[in-house]
Each structure stands twice: as structure tokens, then as C-alpha cells.
């Protein structure tokens, strides 16, 4: 058979318009195994199918006598002739099996199917061996001709397309259908946007957040979603931003207070092509309102505390003026009533502190001013500090040269204080050296503060700006404190619009720095 007859080039012109159009692996197996008898006129026909974690065959559909019974056998690539075909990746025609010492029979005396004639082929798509296909015995009895092997290796190849096409579908399905059910189960609202910002799936958490029908959600933008809410910040900026993640948090503008935090991460193809973003969705109302009530009533106490404190440490000095007119024991009572009401003040102005840098809003009066004259004034109220710790602060000329920034004040002398009292405390050196430098880069002036301190450990360097930590006592040899004076220079930093850093080196000091925006 030296050419493709009418009859057969029919049946492959069939065979391959059923192979393209069902991706159902199980349905499409049996096709191919009833098509490859067909095409070659053979008894029976079987698929191997390689397991690429054992490297072996197993046989996924048999047909014919052969029938199900051969289904347990496993084939070792290399052993038999099918074993051997997958190993070396090309087509045999034996047309006697029992002068082939390749031959193992083991399917045979598994059946009551006599093998007496195999033409065999390698699945291969895409480079990759996925298995095995056999035409077992002529059913005329004639040998297996060159013309033989030619369509079914021509169907072969169609067919271990299609088996590849079918298996990627099967796979892609099952994790769709894991995601579905993970998705659909979760207690978080969960979103997944396009590029475009535009809602494609959303579980039912997220619809009864959001207040709306998920199913009436689908194709949206997520602007629309969020309608009736304010956000912090902007939606738009959060889908356009560089990053690969952001958190944004929706409040409710009418009626019952209700607070959402959304956290975005953007999904990528393996290519680095955008696909969207999954928003992940809670509610965080109660804890909202904790925080609010907590720090309004920090906020109250401090400064109600704070009237009373006033009169005691503007008292108590004024009556220890006239030490003539007491005695021992009232001397040591007003010293003790101004050394508390002093420790008082403190502990009153660290609640003052915390309620500032737990609020949600910092109300600034910034106008254009120079640096230096605010460090000036912070050196000269800090002096008593500095001499009683001997410490002492070099200024670079540099911050000389610095431009006007437009800063509040009060709040920067605030910023400039705590980093210089952070730069002394945690110094266990008996004299310690303070550098303020500056510079003007990236349309921002950069102040750093610099020590000759112990220095800070790496794993510790990302954590000291957060509200109440401190780093061990028996690294810095610390005095007492609330850990609040890094959290709160971060807080009015960025409140300007600026950004916060450190780097350290163990031995070395560390160089604490700030920058606002010109």
C-alpha cells in the first residue's frame, strides 16, 4: 500500500474533525482507540500512556479481546515493544511478535487475546513522549504494510495533539474548579479585577459587603462597586499604582458607620503581563471604632490631666524660692510633690503622643521656613538634656544650606527633638556624639541624624518605627520609655508628605533620616 486510498484519507479527514472538537479526555481516549482499529483494519488497539513520575506505561483504554484485563499491566520504557518504541521514539511494525525477542507476552497471559502481529507508534506533542499506540493483529491475516504504518502514524500524530489538548483542558478545569469552590467558601470578601479595573469574579462575602448581587456585579468597574463609600486612598491611584501590593479602606458615607480595608495584589502572567489584581475584602467597623473611642479618650484624660499639672509644677518651685520659710521635712515634701509632677507631665505627654499618632487626621499650619533656626531653637531647650548626658551635637554646614520647606513648625521641632533624644538615650557610651546633616535631592530636603551609638541590628531595622517597640535593654542598655518617639516622628513625616529610614551598621552608630517635600 504505497498511497493514502479514498476510504482512508475519508477516515483520517473524520477522525481529525472529531479529535478537534471535544476536549473530554475519557470520551476522547475511546475515540482513538476505536479509530485507530478502524484505520489500519486491525483486531484491536490500545494507548499506553507514560507516567512521567515512574517513567512507566500503563494502559489508559483497551478495546476489542485485549478488553479491560491488561488495564493493571505497567510496562517499564525499554521493556517490550511498546516499551521500546517510547524509549527510542519511533514507529515498529512486527509482524511475527514471537521472533522478536523484544516481545514480553505479558499482556497476553494477562487476556485471552493472542497477539500474533503489532504495528506500534509513539504519541509525541510538542516534543514531549505522552505515550504509546498499538494496532494489534490484521484482521485479514496479512502482515502490516509500509502503508499501514504511514496513516497511523499520521493519525498518531493528530491524535497526540488532541490527547495533550485534552489532559492541558482537564487540568486547567480542576484548578478552576479548586479556585471556584476556595473562592466561593471564603469568609473574606474576595474580587478579582481585569487591567481595567472591572469586576470578573466575586465571591458572595464580597456582595453582601459591598451591599449588591454578585451576578449583577460581573463586567463593572470597581469604582461602581464602591460607590456610596470614601476612599483612602483614591481607588484610581491604587489601580494605577507601581507597587505589587496596597491596602485602601473604604468608609461608608451615609447612614450606619461601616469601615472596609481592601488589600490589593496584582496578579501577573509568567510573561510579567498585568491580569489584574485580587482584592481581598474585610470588615473592620468594630475595630474602627475601638481605635476611635481609645484615642478620644487618651485625647480627653491627657488634657484634662494636663490643667492640674500646670498649677502643680508652677506652684511647687515658686514655694521652694523661699527655703527660709520651711522646714526640712516641707523642702523634701515640695521636691518630692515637683519631681512627680514633673515624671506626671511626661507620662501625660506620652499619652498625648500616642493619641497623635493613632489619630486618623494631623491637622498642620505649614508655611515655607528654613531648618536650621528650628534646630537652633530644639538644641537650645535640649541643652540641660545633652550636658547631663554629655552629649554633644555637631550641626553640618550643609544644613545651613538647606531650602525653605513648607513644614509645621512645632511639629518639625517635635521630629527634630525625638530623633536627637533617640540618638542619646539609646547610646550606653559615656560621652556620645550627634551629627545633623542635610541635603536637597529628588525635589525633597533629606535631614539625617547620625550617632556613634551601638548601632541596630538588621532583623530589628524595619521594626523600630512602629508604635511601642523598643529594641532589648541588654543590647542599648536603655533607659524607661514608651517606644513612642520613632512611631510619631514616622506620624508627622508623613503627614508632610515625606518618608522616614534608617541604616545602621553593629558598632558603627546609626543614621536615622527624614525628607520633605519642597
Known amino acids: 500500500m504505497n498511497s493514502l486510498s479514498t476510504d482512508d484519507f475519508e477516515l483520517l479527514l473524520r477522525a481529525s474533525r472529531i479529535l478537534s472538537s471535544t476536549l473530554n479526555l475519557e470520551e476522547l481516549l475511546r475515540f ?5 482499529a478502524q484505520v489500519v483494519k486491525a483486531e484491536a488497539a490500545s494507548i499506553l500512556l507514560l507516567d512521567e513520575a515512574t517513567d512507566e506505561l500503563y494502559f489508559d483504554v483497551a478495546l476489542g479481546a485485549a478488553g479491560g484485563r491488561v488495564k493493571p499491566i505497567r510496562l517499564k520504557v525499554g521493556e517490550g515493544l511498546a516499551g521500546w518504541v517510547a524509549e527510542h521514539r519511533e514507529p515498529l511494525v512486527v509482524n511475527n511478535v514471537k521472533d522478536d525477542p523484544r516481545w514480553s507476552g505479558r499482556g497476553d497471559a494477562t487476556s485471552d487475546f493472542t497477539t500474533r502481529q503489532i504495528l506500534a507508534v509513539p504519541l509525541i506533542a510538542k516534543g514531549r513522549l505522552i505515550g504509546v499506540v498499538e494496532a494489534l493483529n490484521h484482521k485479514d491475516g496479512t502482515p502490516f504494510s509500509s502503508g499501514d504504518l504511514r496513516i497511523f502514524e499520521a493519525f498518531a500524530s493528530q491524535a497526540a495533539v488532541a490527547i495533550e489538548n485534552a489532559r492541558l483542558f482537564a487540568e486547567v478545569m480542576g ?76 468608609k461608608r458615607l451615609e447612614g450606619k458607620v461601616f469601615y472596609l480595608s481592601c488589600a490589593f495584589n496584582r496578579l501577573t502572567a509568567s ?81 498625648i503622643s500616642f493619641s497623635l499618632v493613632e489619630s486618623e487626621t494631623l491637622d498642620l499650619s505649614k508655611h515655607p521656613f528654613p531648618l536650621k533656626p528650628h534646630l537652633e531653637e530644639v538644641l537650645l531647650l535640649m541643652k540641660s538634656y545633652l550636658e547631663g548626658n554629655n552629649a554633644r551635637v555637631e550641626t ?123
Not at 474602627?288 to 484615642?295: A, D, T, V
Not at 502643680?312 to 523642702?331: K, M, R
Not at 508628605?497 to 543614621?511: C, H, Q, R
Open 175 to 250: 484548578e478552576k474548579e479548586k479556585l471556584a469552590t476556595v473562592f466561593a467558601e471564603m469568609s473574606d470578601g474576595a474580587v478579582l479585577l481585569d487591567p481595567e479595573g472591572k469586576v470578573r469574579l466575586i465571591n458572595h462575602a464580597a456582595g453582601v459587603l459591598f451591599g449588591a448581587e454578585p451576578s449583577r456585579i460581573l463586567g463593572r468597574l470597581l469604582s461602581e462597586l464602591a460607590q456610596g463609600f470614601m476612599s483612602v486612598p483614591p481607588l484610581s491611584m491604587t489601580l494605577g499604582r507601581r507597587e505589587a501590593s496596597a491596602t485602601v479602606e473604604l
Open 396 to 518: 553640618d554646614k550643609s544644613v545651613e544650606r538647606l531650602p525653605p520647606v513648607p513644614m509645621d513648625s512645632d511639629r518639625i521641632r517635635e521630629v527634630l527633638r525625638n530623633l536627637i533624644e533617640n540618638a542619646v538615650k539609646f547610646n550606653p557610651a559615656d560621652s556620645r556624639r550627634v551629627w545633623v546633616e542635610g541635603e536637597t535631592r529628588d525635589g525633597s530636603i533629606r535631614v539625617t541624624v547620625r550617632d556613634d551609638g551601638p548601632g541596630i541590628p538588621p532583623e530589628e531595622q524595619g521594626r523600630i518605627f512602629q508604635k511601642f517597640y523598643q529594641i532589648e535593654d541588654s543590647f542599648t542598655g536603655q533607659v524607661e520609655g514608651a517606644g513612642l518617639g520613632l512611631a510619631l516622628v514616622r506620624r508627622i513625616v508623613e503627614a508632610h508628605g515625606g518618608t522616614t529610614g534608617v541604616s545602621s551598621e553593629i558598632g558603627k552608630g546609626s543614621s536615622f533620616f527624614f525628607t520633605l517635600p519642597l
Open 32 to 36: 482513538v482507540m476505536e479509530t485507530a
Open 271 to 351: 510573561d510579567g503581563r498585568p491580569l489584574g489584581d485580587l482584592l481581598v475584602v474585610r470588615d473592620v467597623t468594630e475595630v474602627r471604632k475601638e481605635e476611635l473611642l481609645k484615642r478620644n479618650f487618651l485625647s480627653l484624660i491627657s488634657h484634662k490631666l494636663k490643667t492640674p499639672l500646670v498649677t502643680i509644677a508652677g506652684y511647687a518651685p515658686l514655694l521652694l524660692e523661699e527655703p527660709s520659710t520651711l522646714n526640712d521635712f516641707q523642702v523634701k515634701a515640695l521636691q518630692t510633690i515637683k519631681a512627680q509632677g514633673m515624671y506626671l507631665s511626661s507620662l501625660v505627654d506620652k499619652l
